[in-house]
């Protein structure tokens, strides 16, 4: 069974992200639409936006980009992202150190090529709350082979099943089946978190810890690898909805 906690207090939450559009679009919807939080954006350009604004907040969600899109640029010596959290710090007044702190990528082939810097990544970035080796707190999650497999496992059952190279190809497909990210609801937020729990299941993972969760993010990551290699394709998995997990919005209730 799947709980929906419509009035959790969040905190302060930063999502960090490659896209300039997609991701926007998504976590906007996501976190004003079906969640009633007020929604920050500026992105690589310094475009800023406010969105449901409300006052006395304690919950607020912020969302940046990277220099670029491409994984390499959360590196924690990388000077356009502390320029960011700096802005972010002095000029909106949103607590940086204090957030908990998601980076939301896919895993693109193509532009995410070094797989020695993923892991590193995936081993540093573990704790959207807890600095574990970083520079800062902070979670990575990836998509395979891109967020557009969230939008998938809104509509699709047994997304798991579906395989596809690249990001590209997946969003061909989606448009033919005419799946728009638009039309995501509360009801398919429900469905997209049963699909990733059942794809969790499909690779071996029945537990884990969101606390610590490289082991399982590189247990992951390399099955997916693997079958990239055999195959030039990824099993279509987003770990988006483990945001929601993390911050309490979504339980998965096991029923007796």
């Known amino acids: 069974m799947i709980k929906v906690n419509r009035d959790k207090n969040i905190g302060k939450v930063l999502l960090i992200v490659e896209g300039l559009s997609t991701e926007f679009y998504l976590l906007h919807r996501i976190f004003t639409r079906i969640f009633n939080y007020q929604f920050e954006k500026l992105d690589r350009m310094l475009k800023y936006g406010k969105f449901n604004e409300q006052e006395g907040i304690q919950s607020s969600v912020f969302v940046i980009n990277t220099k670029e899109s491409a994984i390499s640029f959360i590196k924690d010596t990388d000077e356009f992202l502390e320029s960011m959290f700096e802005k972010l710090i002095e000029e909106y007044q949103f607590p940086v150190d204090r957030a908990a702190i998601f980076y939301i990528f896919d895993r693109d082939v193509n532009s995410n090529t070094d797989t020695v810097l993923i892991r590193d990544l995936l081993r540093s970035l573990s704790s959207s709350r807890e600095n574990n080796g970083f520079n800062r707190q902070g979670l990575l999650l990836l998509s395979y082979p891109s967020v557009e497999s969230f939008v998938a496992s809104n509509f699709i059952e047994n997304t798991f099943n579906l395989s596809f190279g690249t990001g590209d190809e997946l969003k061909r497909y989606l448009n033919d089946q005419k799946i728009n990210q638009c039309k995501i609801t509360e009801e398919s937020i429900k469905s997209a978190v049963i699909e990733m729990d059942y794809a969790l299941k499909q690779v071996g ?38 945001i929601l997990l993390d911050l309490g919005l979504i339980e998965v209730i096991d029923s007796e």
């Open 205 to 242: 993972v029945t537990e884990y810890n969101l606390d610590h969760f490289s082991d399982t993010n590189l247990f992951i990551f390399n099955t997916q690898e693997e079958k990239y290699i055999l195959y030039q394709n990824y099993r279509l998995l987003s770990l988006l909805c483990v």
